[in-house]
């Protein structure tokens, strides 16, 4: 990963403190099981320090059908064929789209 770990809990920990609900794309999907999983904690622990919890995870289709259909309590679904990592954050009180 090219961002430390402190930096990716800083950023996920800022974009969700003070919004509903916030999605990224990363395009730099970790090539590791144990990147991704280091990568997926960080965020799922930031979004629940924040109020804006961790919601669903969108995987390329090979990663997430090695992965599983759940990461913890978050939901892991197929990219649709987009070679990238999508984050969706909501709070409880939130509507959660599936396309935002």
Known sequence: MSASLSELRRVFETATANVDRVSFTITAVPTTPADLITM????????????????????????????????HDVAVSDAQGADVLRLFFARENAEFDAAA
């Open 40 to 71: 997926l904690s960080i965020a799922r622990a930031a979004g629940h320090r924040s109020g804006a919890a961790l919601r669903r995870v969108e995987l390329p289709m090979m990663t997430a059908q090695s992965f599983g259909r759940t990461f």
